[in-house]
């Protein structure tokens, strides 16, 4: 059992930053993949960014690349999300996810994944 608790989220001008953190509670958190996605309104949850058990691998949609940057403290049972250059289109609510599941690639689709956060809303103001 994993438990995950977002935080870090606000409002922040077009080309700031935030950084979002997600802390976990249980055994698992050291050994399961992490990943961010984000739903705003009226779309549909869309895939951010993923990161291996240790760290060594991260995956990030097109749409981020270059902007966000995904990591993980295993000591501290915590994974982040640092994003710079807002843009008004990365508005969302973003949830945290743990996969416990052996993967050959890092999971990019809610279903692969297997415990999920409550969410944190980021407002970019234009």
């Known amino acids: 059992q994993v438990q995950l608790v977002e935080s870090g989220g606000g409002l922040v001008q077009a080309g700031g930053s935030l950084r979002l953190s997600c802390a976990a509670s249980?055994?698992?958190?050291?050994?399961?993949?992490m990943g961010w996605f984000r739903q705003a309104p009226g779309k549909e949850r869309e895939f951010v960014a993923a990161?291996?058990?240790?760290?060594?691998?991260?995956y990030y949609a097109d749409s981020v690349k270059g902007r966000f940057t995904i990591s993980r403290v295993n000591a501290k049972n915590t994974v982040y999300l640092q994003m710079n250059s807002l843009k008004p289109e990365d508005a969302a609510v973003y949830y945290c996810a743990a996969g416990l599941r052996l993967y050959i690639v890092l999971p990019t689709t809610g279903e692969e994944y297997d415990y999920w956060g409550q969410g944190t809303q980021v407002t970019v103001s234009s």
């Open positions: 990161i291996s058990w240790n760290g060594d691998n991260t």
């Open positions: 249980g055994r698992s958190f050291s050994s399961s993949a």
